[in-house]
């Protein structure tokens, strides 16, 4: 059978007159149109069976089966079993890579952690220090008033008993 191929077999199709011209040359196919239309055309290939005067070039024999022995069998056996175990080692291996990436992704999220908080610590040290300073010196100026205060009263008392004293 000769080849052919789909473009010419699609032009075959549309130009009937050049496909007699090619359709001579394959015996074994039989190209039958179906449902012309103004959409396009569509086609049928029959492939004609093969006689029995026909040689034998066409049939595809498969390859002679050789025998397997039992050293083969071990052999591909103790490859599958080296495959497996090498495919294990490979998993083993990247889940041990991703235990070890967790614990540093871990160990760093404490590490943050404890530096967030110290330095949270800090702040609260020094704003309550600040804090206490300021107190201790709001109450400074409030005792310094009170005793401009004392002292004035008493300059207000002693004025006013030399008032009587000189009036007296």
Do not use: W
């Not at 130009?15 to 001579?24: C, F, Q």
């Not at 004609?48 to 056996?77: F, G, M």
């Amino acid at each position: 059978m000769k080849e052919i191929s789909v473009f010419s077999l699609i032009c075959s199709c549309l130009y009937p007159e050049t496909r007699k011209n090619l359709m001579g040359d394959f015996e074994d196919l039989d190209i039958k149109p179906i449902n012309k239309r103004a959409s396009g055309q569509s086609f049928e290939i029959i492939l004609k069976p093969t006689s029995p005067v026909s040689d034998n070039a066409h049939c595809i024999t498969t390859p002679p089966k050789r025998d397997i022995s039992l050293e083969d069998i071990q052999k591909k056996l103790e490859a599958a079993e080296d495959r497996r175990k090498s495919q294990e080692a490979q998993v083993l291996q990247a889940l041990a890579e991703k235990r070890e990436h967790e614990r540093d992704v871990l160990m760093k999220a404490m590490e943050e952690n404890s530096n967030f908080s110290r330095m949270a610590e800090e702040k609260l040290q020094v704003k309550m220090e600040q804090i206490e300073e300021n107190r201790q010196a709001y109450m400074a100026a409030i005792m310094d008033r009170l005793q401009e205060k004392e002292r004035h009263a008493q300059e207000v008392r002693r004025n006013k008993e030399l008032r009587e004293e000189v009036t007296a």
